[in-house]
């Protein structure tokens, strides 16, 4: 079962007249434990088909696919809400733009756990969980 499920995922700016294709028809999975590397040149899509997977797409922009899961949950229907919940705790995305990615001062063990204590509810609760748990060991530090 994939973690993530990925299928004919577009994305288009623009009116209906003139639109532009950022992203066209691309399909991927990725199982628990995975990793998956997305390369390619400059505009050639990354950003925007990970910011699409987010629902962080504003108009003008179009998001379409047959299906965009994230643990057998629609994320093409997800209320806002519930998007809210699952974007920072259980996905996120470390941004390219030197102003919002990670600070150089810090480890990024200690960044993401901070992100994780955030989503967690502190401590107590988070340090509960397993992937918190990795990170305090050392795993990801």
């Known amino acids: 079962m994939a973690l993530l499920d990925v299928k004919e995922l577009s994305v288009h700016f623009g009116d209906k007249k003139t639109p532009f294709k950022a992203v066209d028809r691309i399909s991927y999975q990725v199982a628990q434990g995975e990793v998956l590397g997305i390369v390619g040149e400059s505009g050639s899509g990354k950003s925007v088909s990970s910011l699409a997977i987010m629902g962080l797409i504003d108009h003008p922009g179009r998001v379409s696919a047959e299906s965009l899961q994230f643990e057998n949950t629609d994320l093409l229907t997800l209320e806002s809400k519930a998007k809210?919940?699952?974007?920072?705790?259980?996905?996120?995305?470390?941004?390219?733009?030197?102003?919002t990615s990670l600070n150089p001062a810090y480890t990024v063990g200690f960044q993401i756990m901070e992100a994780l204590k955030t989503h967690e509810g502190g401590t107590k609760k988070g340090e509960k969980r397993p992937h918190f748990r990795a990170f305090k060991i050392g795993r990801y530090s």
Do not use: E, T
């Open 84 to 99: 809210r919940q699952l974007i920072g705790a259980d996905v996120a995305m470390i941004f390219q733009d030197p102003m």
